[in-house]
């Protein structure tokens, strides 16, 4: 039997497709732009016929009709990483939320610690070989179609075929659905002057032939528009987005350098434009692998002069940096920040900086504080934390006593809470 034919007989429609779901299944989900909206809408519209199904996926793009506090005994979100689609749930309670470290979740899905009965993910056209590409999302959802009873993919000609671990062939397929509609874009975050700022302080310190891990933000984009000048810069990241790519279009991006992976940019998600999304189809200087291999500490800190790029909304007088809770809210998740902080400080001549504007709500709070706000999740420890930079500077922690890490901080806090934070630090015993 042909690979045209083993497709066409597994060709359904969504309604069709879903029927692979049984009660008390959890369906993985890749991040972002992976979602699949036919088969979640699917799910969505007869979501009342199950019952203690689960749907885990880091950051949900959009709010499907499952994302239901009146349903939750049918289908229920649990949550890697919050989004706009799904904060609000979180903090109310009827969404779930599991702690991780991006680079640990197939791990995890491999050792059953969670389950994956089904795949439902978006995947490129198949080629000649009978392959699709999962290359908006290898991430954790290459160990989830290792595990899974059911693999249903959602077949779009928008999504990119790219290179990399994230194929899946015909043979593994259980039912696919086909949809042309245009992927999902996101637009570049708006930058002010204050990540302006903040971006060229990060910007002037990397140097040419240095390799880049960008977090998603307004921050690490204001960084990347600062670096097209650079020469010989590498990519071992977990996002490529349009930043990136504006990179490889000013010339910045060569990969030569890289000594693990050399002229290959590396990611496990894709989330940006139609033209990104382009950029990546069929690139041969681009390859998209599981997120075990992109943020695994050990692999991409075999690149020398490694920057990690990653924003915080909170940090204290030691270094901690509340990434993902606005106190014990959960706000977003730990993604990959730890991994690649971890990465930079195993790279000779790395670099992790974490970056925060100083202040909050038209400079009314400081982001830099003597304790964090009780209940905090705390996603960069105190050891692992290198670089803090906000408008008024760079401070660099690592290796500097409790006392040191005080005084740089402070000297990068708003002019305003200076004094106050100095006299924190000394009613906490740290300065005297």
């Not at 790519?245 to 002229?263: D, F, H």
């Not at 999304?277 to 943020?295: C, K």
């Not at 996603?379 to 500077?393: A, F, H, L, P, R």
Request: hydrophobic content about 40%; proline content about 5%.
């Amino acid at each position: 039997m042909s690979y045209q034919d083993l497709y066409a007989g597994k060709r359904v429609a969504a309604t069709d497709a879903i029927s692979h779901v049984r009660n008390g299944d959890r369906i993985i989900v890749p991040t972002g732009a992976g979602e699949p909206p036919t088969l979640l809408t699917a799910l969505s519209e007869q979501r009342r016929s199950f019952r203690d199904v689960k749907v885990s996926q880091i950051l949900a793009m959009r709010k499907y009709g499952y994302i239901d506090p009146q349903t939750t005994e049918h289908i229920r979100h649990d949550a890697f990483f919050y989004g706009g689609a799904t904060r609000a749930g979180g903090k109310e309670g009827w969404i779930d939320f599991t702690p991780n470290y991006f680079s640990e979740i197939p791990a995890m899905i491999e050792r059953n610690q969670i389950a994956a009965d089904v795949v439902f993910s978006m995947a490129s056209p198949m080629d000649a070989h009978g392959y699709f590409s999962l290359s908006l999302g290898a991430d954790y959802t290459m160990a989830a179609v290792a595990k899974a009873r059911a693999i249903v993919l959602e077949v779009n000609p928008n999504v990119p075929f790219a290179f990399g671990n994230c194929h899946v062939h015909i043979s593994q397929v259980t039912a696919l659905v086909e949809n042309s509609e245009a992927v999902l874009e996101v637009g570049l975050p708006k930058i002010g002057p204050v990540q302006e700022a903040i971006g060229k302080y990060v910007a002037d310190m990397i140097d040419d032939g240095s390799t880049l891990q960008i977090g998603y933000g307004g921050i690490p984009d204001a960084v990347v528009m600062q670096l097209t000048n650079k020469h010989d810069l590498g990519v071992h990241t977990e996002m490529i987005g349009d930043g990136i790519m504006t990179l490889v279009e000013a010339g910045a991006v060569t990969n030569k350098r890289k000594n693990y992976l050399p002229g290959k940019m590396v990611a496990t998600f894709g989330l940006g434009s139609k033209k990104l999304y382009s950029f990546m189809d069929r690139n041969p200087g681009l390859e998209m692998h599981p997120v075990d291999f992109t943020n695994d500490p050990y692999l991409a800190g075999k690149n020398d002069n490694l920057c990690a790029i990653n924003a915080t909304l909170q940090i204290d007088m030691l270094g901690q940096c509340g990434s993902e809770s606005l106190g014990p809210y959960p706000y977003s998740g730990t993604g990959g920040q730890s991994d690649f902080v971890r990465a930079a400080n195993r790279s000779k001549g790395g670099k992790a900086f974490i970056v925060v504007p100083s202040t909050a709500k038209d400079d009314t709070i400081s982001r830099i504080v003597p304790v964090l706000s009780p209940g905090t999740h705390v996603s960069t420890s105190k050891n692992d934390i290198n670089y803090v930079v906000t408008e008024y500077g760079v401070a660099q922690l690592r290796g500097k006593s409790a006392k040191q890490r005080a005084l740089e901080l402070i000297a990068i806090a708003h002019p305003k809470f200076r004094a106050e934070l100095r006299e924190d630090a000394k009613k906490l015993g740290i300065l005297s």
